[in-house]
């Protein structure tokens, strides 16, 4: 089975990405055909210091190899360092509809926080559906939010494989209903743009500030608490198991509880919990020539893959003369 999935390089990674993503394609290696990769030219619609971006694309690669990715088993590359993507991109949206792109909740949500909205952000799902059907892979694993960004590239394989007969496998978005989206420390969703999150890999005082600030509802000690409506709750309860759960819930309906406690005890589990990944992090920050090397051989493995399918999609398109 090829499962495949990309993360983008536009800040340091979070639990959201941990979670949502990052965790069940680690998971996936040893049974899968796993494709993974850092989507550098999906940063370019919103990070626009060079600098910054390169750093952070060679960060969130060691970031991935620290938690446990093996390029032995994966093919692991930058999206950049192959050309194929952008030149399936050009062909991919002449069997786009403008409408189906009009509709894109991320597109508007990101087009509403800019003064003016640019055709790379219009364009982004058209880039990821081409990520995804180079490399004709069968099953994406990623967050909720992604969801949409998934129906448009079966969307636009449909319209592909109608015209010029079954090049590109439909794909299907592989979603954790248990863990929806993880709420970043204001409640919005997690994420990298909008400094409400809770890095996998920050120094202890800054992930406690982060704890710290997760905005809990006004009730007093005495009051008894709705943990199906708390931040604190949801972010604990990822790093809880069943009984974990259970146990923290008889404790948010009793009187007592204090959410101060509660964020304490979480700065300590999250930063156990990333322990034994942290020294391999930091032990790889002293090794970024060999991440260079990981991500330049991966690059050539894909490569192979996605040539294999341009070849048969210029043909149909009449490309090759
Ligand atoms: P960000 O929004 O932080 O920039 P990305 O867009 O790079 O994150 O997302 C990378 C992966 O992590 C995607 O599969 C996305 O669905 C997942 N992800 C990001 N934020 C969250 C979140 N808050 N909860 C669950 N999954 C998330
Ligand atoms: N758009 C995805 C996100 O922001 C990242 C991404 C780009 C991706 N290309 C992909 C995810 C291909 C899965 C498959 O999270």
């Known amino acids: 089975m090829r499962v495949l999935s990309g993360i983008q390089p ?15 394609m680690i998971e996936r290696q040893s049974e899968s055909d796993l494709f993974c990769f850092v989507v550098n030219l999906h940063a370019l619609t919103t990070v626009t210091d060079g600098k910054i971006l390169a750093s952070n694309t060679l ?12 390029p032995e088993r994966t093919t692991f590359w930058v999206q950049g360092d192959v050309a194929e993507h952008a030149e399936l991109t050009w062909i991919l949206h002449n069997f786009t509809s403008m409408g189906l792109l009009e509709r894109s909740h991320s597109y508007k949500d990101k087009a509403a926080r800019r003064e003016v909205p640019h055709h790379g952000l219009f364009s982004y799902p058209v880039l990821m559906a081409a990520d995804i059907l180079l490399y004709q892979a069968e099953l994406v694993p990623v967050g909720r939010d992604q969801k949409q960004h998934l129906e448009i590239a079966r969307d636009i394989a449909g ?13 299907e978005a592989l979603i954790d209903d248990k863990l929806a989206t993880v709420p970043g420390v204001d409640g919005q969703k997690m994420s990298k743009s909008y400094n409400n999150a809770i890095d996998i890999f920050s120094g202890k005082d800054v992930i406690k500030k982060k704890i710290m600030s997760i905005v809990t509802d006004a009730k007093a000690v005495e009051d008894v608490k709705d ?9 604990y309860g990822l790093f809880a198991d069943d009984e974990g759960r259970a146990e923290l819930k008889e404790r948010y309906l009793k009187p007592g509880l204090k959410y101060g406690e509660v964020k304490k005890e979480l700065i300590e589990i999250v930063w156990n919990y990333f322990a034994p990944y942290r020294e391999k992090r930091l032990e790889m920050e002293k090794r970024l020539d060999d991440v260079r090397d990981v991500l330049k051989s991966g690059a050539a493995k894909a490569r192979k893959a996605a040539r294999a399918t341009m070849d048969k999609v210029r043909d149909v398109v009449g490309l090759n003369y």
């Not at 943990?227 to 972010?235: E, M, V």
């Open 10 to 24: 536009s800040g340091k990674l979070h639990i959201g990405n941990y979670f949502g993503m990052m965790r069940s």
């Open 59 to 70: 960060e969130a690669a060691a970031d991935f190899l620290a938690l446990g990715l093996d």
């Open 159 to 171: 319209s592909f494989n109608n015209v010029h007969g079954p090049v590109f496998t439909l794909p």
């Open 227 to 235: 943990p199906d409506n708390c931040n604190l709750f949801a972010i």
